[in-house]
Every structure is written in structure tokens, then in C-alpha cells.
């Protein structure tokens, strides 16, 4: 069972390059999210995606855009990349937005993005 | 914004001892959630406790939730070696869950 699997795993870009990191959860979940991790600073939500066919703002959504492809595919996209992008990021995925089990979220393993 | 805040950042402590950590959180919630990260690697889901549970234990876990003060409490007991990781607390704010900056904790042998 794969769970949530992003790719690429690490990527270098240069300012101003563009791409896409996907995301795919075979669990059935409803919800995704994206989210990006620095030091000192914790994990802060980019989107999410609270079913299929919804996408909202997170707390650090400025210079991402997200597309919930389908109801396993949750993708973001970084369309002019800036060096303060540099991070790592996460996708995660739960059963449900609210409610009881469907709470626990669950991680990939990171993409490690460097933006020079 | 953040909702959780962890205490201590950081803990070193020798294999056999116990570990605590804490939480501190702003609004009211439903529930709270630790999460494990090992070094280059995602969260993973440790344990949940509803607002109106006090402890609740999982293996050698323990977690207490004081809503009047708004904490909440990690105890690893009998630490070991593959326990050092960063552990985070996590509160739902809507769809998402709100994330703290994390303990990070260092088991030595």
C-alpha cells in the first residue's frame, strides 16, 4: 500500500523556472493538502483541497497554484519560481476534512525544492 | 497562522528516561493530534485525544489535554535510541490541520 506518493524527490530550479510537483494518494481519501516545511518555522499550509473539485488558500499560498486533478491527484505548481520557495514539501491526504478518524492526515515523504 | 506551540525545542535525554513534551494552543478544539517526523522523512500520526478525553495512552505513549489551559502533554516513557525524531502537535483549524514548530528529541544510547 503506497499511501501518498510525491515526485520528483528533490529538484534544483532556477529563479524565474517554472514546475509542477504531483501528488497521488491511493487511499480513497476526500481531502489533500500541500504543505511546506523551514527551519524554525514549522509546517505552514499552502492549499488544500477539501474534496474533489475544491481547492482553497492555506496560510502561505502566494506564488503556488494547486489543481485537484481527479479525486486521487492533488498537484502544485510553482509558475515563477523565487529563491524564498527554497523548502521542503509536503503532501498529505485524510479521509475527511472534519469529522472523528477521518482527522488524522496523512504524509508523503517530501520533495526537496532549491530554488537558485 | 500556527495554532500549536511545542516546548521544550529541543530535548536530549539518555535511552531508559522519559521524554515530555508540551503543547500549547490559542482557540478551542475538538481535538489534538501528535505527529512523529524522523529525520528526511514525512509526519506520522502517533495519537489523537478528543476534547473531552484527559490521557490517553498508546504503547509506551501518553498524552494528557487540559482545555481550561489549553495544553497538552506527550510522555514517551522508556525512551529509546529510534525514538529520536521531531514530534509536533496539531489542532484543526477547519479543513486543515494547524501544525506547531515542533520538539525535537535526541535519545542517546
Known amino acids: 500500500n503506497a499511501g501518498v506518493t510525491q515526485t520528483p524527490k528533490f529538484q534544483v530550479l532556477k529563479t524565474g523556472q517554472s514546475m509542477t510537483l504531483q501528488c497521488a494518494q491511493d487511499?480513497?481519501?476526500?481531502?489533500m493538502y500541500w504543505y511546506r516545511q523551514d527551519p524554525g518555522m514549522g509546517l505552514r499550509l499552502i492549499y488544500y483541497s477539501a474534496s474533489e473539485g475544491t481547492t482553497d488558500k492555506g496560510e502561505v499560498p502566494n506564488g503556488y497554484n494547486v489543481s485537484r486533478l481527479n479525486k486521487r491527484e492533488f498537484s502544485l505548481r510553482l509558475e515563477s519560481a523565487a529563491p524564498s520557495q527554497t523548502s521542503v514539501y509536503f503532501c498529505a491526504s485524510s479521509e475527511s476534512g472534519l469529522s472523528g478518524a477521518g482527522n488524522t492526515i496523512y504524509f508523503g515523504e517530501g520533495s526537496w525544492l532549491t530554488v537558485v | 497562522s500556527q495554532q500549536g506551540e511545542e516546548d521544550p525545542q529541543a530535548l536530549s535525554i539518555q535511552e531508559g528516561e522519559n521524554a515530555t513534551m508540551n503543547c500549547s494552543y490559542k482557540?478551542?478544539?475538538?481535538?489534538l493530534q501528535w505527529y512523529r517526523q524522523n529525520s528526511g522523512r514525512g509526519l506520522v500520526h502517533l495519537i489523537l485525544i478528543r476534547s473531552n478525553e484527559r490521557e490517553k495512552h498508546s504503547g509506551r505513549l501518553r498524552v494528557t489535554l487540559d482545555t481550561s489551559k489549553k495544553s497538552s502533554s506527550l510522555l514517551i516513557t522508556a525512551s529509546r535510541a529510534a525514538d529520536t525524531a521531531s514530534y509536533f502537535c496539531?489542532?484543526?483549524?477547519?479543513?486543515?490541520?494547524?501544525f506547531g514548530k515542533g520538539t525535537s528529541l535526541l535519545v542517546t544510547p
Open positions: 482557540t478551542s478544539i475538538n481535538n
Open positions: 487511499m480513497n481519501h476526500n481531502s
Open positions: 496539531a489542532t484543526r483549524s477547519g479543513y486543515a490541520l494547524n
